[in-house]
């Protein structure tokens, strides 16, 4: 589902994000992608949705080499590539069904779909109740449910979430993996979850693959990492 072929990322102003990357994310894999601040995580996940493009080597996602995209077909490319950003990134004037239903606007989904999908996403995320509220009178653990909810309408085939407990208390951070790991085995979705909890990944044990300083140092199935 996701192959980083010997990839290496070198931004504009010299820094090396990633280096001689090799990673293999089979379909309907849950896998955490560790490590502190500064190792690449973000990076990865730009690379995989093609915020940015490999210096080096090859990155693959849903059979495709996603550097040989064509810019026009990006937004066709980003519907099988759910991505929960760090911040959740919703429109403060829109409502939570709204938010969610603006993922299937943008590319044209018939106004008949439309609704039958959001109420199916936010019925999985378990805020069917929410639906008419506005983003601001969300708990933090609401506000990411409805950004998951948005990332996954479209059926992706892979869903990645940087950082989804970062701004989370441990039960609500406990919550949120424990619906991303449901995501994964109901709707059969690969999920990659960034993040630098170690508590989180040594109780909800999936493979984990840990960077540093844009290398990567382990990569264990049954979770866990050595430094
Ligand atoms: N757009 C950018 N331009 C220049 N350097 C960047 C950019 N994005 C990230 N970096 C640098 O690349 C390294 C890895 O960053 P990042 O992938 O965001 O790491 P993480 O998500 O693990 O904190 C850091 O040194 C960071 O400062
Ligand atoms: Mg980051």
């Known amino acids: 589902m996701i192959q980083f072929e010997d990839v290496t990322k070198t931004y504009k102003n010299g820094v090396r994000a990633l280096t001689h990357i090799n990673i293999n994310i089979d379909e309907g894999e849950f896998v955490y992608l560790i490590g502190p601040t500064g190792s690449g995580k973000s990076t990865f996940i730009k690379l995989i949705n093609r915020e940015e493009k490999a210096t080096s080597g090859r990155v693959i996602v849903n059979g495709k080499d996603v550097a040989k995209i064509?810019?026009?077909?990006?937004?066709?490319?980003r519907r099988?590539?759910?991505?929960?950003?760090?911040?959740?990134?919703?429109?403060?004037r829109k409502t939570v069904a709204e938010n969610v239903a603006f993922a299937l606007e943008?590319?044209?989904?018939?106004?008949r779909h439309i609704d039958a999908k959001v109420k199916h996403v936010l019925k999985l995320v378990g805020l069917s109740d929410k639906a008419g509220d506005y983003p601001r009178l969300l708990s933090g653990g609401e506000q990411q449910r409805v950004?998951?909810?948005?990332?996954?309408?479209?059926?992706?085939?892979?869903l990645i979430a940087d950082e989804p407990t970062g701004n989370l208390d441990p039960d609500t951070s406990h919550e949120i993996i424990t619906l991303l790991e449901e995501i994964n085995r109901k709707e059969g979705t690969t999920v990659v979850v960034v993040?630098?909890?170690?508590?989180?990944?040594?109780?909800?044990?999936?493979?984990?693959?840990?960077?540093?300083?844009?290398?990567?140092?382990?990569?264990?199935?049954t979770g866990g990492y050595k430094k």
């Open 70 to 77: 064509r810019n026009s077909r990006v937004p066709y490319f």
């Open 80 to 92: 099988k590539v759910g991505v929960v950003f760090q911040n959740y990134r919703l429109l403060p």
């Open 106 to 111: 943008v590319i044209d989904t018939p106004k």
């Open 147 to 158: 950004a998951i909810a948005r990332a996954i309408v479209n059926s992706p085939a892979v």
């Open 195 to 221: 993040t630098h909890d170690k508590e989180m990944v040594q109780t909800h044990v999936n493979r984990t693959i840990y960077l540093d300083a844009g290398d990567m140092i382990s990569d264990s199935l």
